[in-house]
């Protein structure tokens, strides 16, 4: 007895393919529930007839300027005073904002050169400076002023 092989095709049928995905697309959209977005769940505060009064707090804002010139609250400083004039005011409040301002045309080296001193404030002078940001160029043109 003689059998014969016969020859497999070299097409994959997909004549049906896309009827089958259509049929799942409507079987997943049917069977899924369908959850309605609630929000944020939060009590308002009740009104009251005297607001507390919200002190403001200043920031120390460190300009870093082209060609290395660092301006701290308006002051000319080199590198190595800064720590020496934040320790005061960071001895009263050590979360203390402290805000790094790059002028757009500045090297990004003088930046990161600040930023570093901020970060060895506890081995110099005894205070972690915990509070450092760095706004963006845009944070820049939308907030400031």
Same mark, same amino acid.
């Given at each position: 007895? $003689?059998?014969? @092989?016969?020859?497999? +095709?070299?097409?994959?049928?997909?004549?049906? !393919?896309?009827?089958?995905?259509?049929?799942?697309?409507?079987?997943?959209?049917?069977?899924?529930?369908?959850?309605?977005?609630? &929000? =944020? /769940?939060?009590? %308002?505060? $009740? #009104? #009251? /007839?005297?607001?507390?009064?919200?002190?403001?707090?200043?920031?120390?804002?460190?300009?870093?300027?082209?060609?290395?010139?660092?301006?701290?609250?308006?002051?000319?400083? +080199? %590198?190595? #005073?800064? =720590? /020496?004039?934040?320790?005061?005011?960071?001895?009263?409040?050590? !979360?203390?904002?402290?805000?790094?301002?790059? #002028?757009?045309?500045?090297?990004?080296?003088?930046?990161?050169?600040?930023?570093?001193?901020? @970060?060895?404030?506890?081995? $110099?002078? &005894?205070?972690?400076? $915990?509070?450092?940001?760095?706004?963006? +160029? @845009?944070?820049?043109?939308?907030?400031?002023?």
């Amino acid at each position: 007895m $003689k059998f014969t @092989r016969s020859k497999a +095709q070299d097409e994959i049928p997909t004549s049906s !393919m896309a009827d089958i995905a259509f049929l799942l697309i409507i079987y997943f959209m049917v069977t899924t529930t369908f959850a309605a977005t609630r &929000g =944020l /769940d939060f009590a %308002l505060p $009740k #009104e #009251e /007839d005297t607001p507390p009064v919200i002190e403001k707090e200043e920031s120390v804002l460190i300009e870093i300027r082209p060609g290395g010139a660092i301006v701290v609250d308006n002051k000319p400083m +080199q %590198l190595n #005073e800064i =720590l /020496d004039y934040l320790k005061p005011k960071l001895e009263r409040n050590p !979360m203390k904002p402290v805000i790094i301002r790059p #002028e757009p045309t500045a090297a990004y080296g003088d930046m990161v050169n600040v930023f570093d001193e901020l @970060r060895q404030g506890e081995e $110099k002078i &005894g205070i972690q400076v $915990k509070n450092i940001s760095v706004p963006t +160029q @845009r944070e820049i043109e939308r907030f400031w002023y």
